[in-house]
């Protein structure tokens, strides 16, 4: 791990990066410094040894078939991570915003187990215009914390692509 912090800090750092074409001292330039000096050693590596470069491409080649079938089920693992993230949090936005219109609102309790309790709870009324003030704060701190529609509706669009790309074949 510290070899790669090692890298990182390096390519953040050297003075080259605007030779790439692009903005010195960005992440893109610093990404691309820092995937050539990743795999620098491994090209010396090779060449030093006298496997060659062709050695390497045979073998990539007559490997083909298995990279691929690797490389699909990492791909379709992450589309399936992708579709359950995206349906739990679609779920949760959805109870969240539904329970209240049936009065109750869920909570574990100490036990462990789900709880009901009623929304509409009984608070003491305010004894001076600073406490309502308070109340009518914290208020609308607990509507701004909910999720909104456009949240709600970026996690649909990420479990339908999601969706059709672990459907879909390859």
Known sequence: MKYFAFLWRMSRNLLFQSLLG???????????????????????????????????????????????????????????????????LVGSMLFEWISPLFGKRMEVGADGKLAGRATQRASPAPRSAEEYRAQQVVARKADEERPGCFTFGLFLVIGYFSWIGLVNPI
């Not at 010195?24 to 090779?46: D, E, N, R, S, Y």
């Not at 060449?47 to 390497?56: A, L, N, T």
């Not at 045979?58 to 399936?80: C, M, P, Q, S, T």
């Open 22 to 88: 692009f903005r010195a001292g960005g992440i893109l330039t610093a990404a691309m410094v820092f995937l050539t000096l990743l795999i620098l050693p491994f090209a010396f590596f090779i060449q030093w040894s006298g496997i060659g470069f062709e050695r390497v491409d045979l073998w990539l080649d007559a490997h083909n078939g298995w990279f691929e079938i690797v490389g699909i089920v990492l791909l379709k693992a992450l589309f399936g991570f992708g579709l359950l993230a995206s349906a739990v």
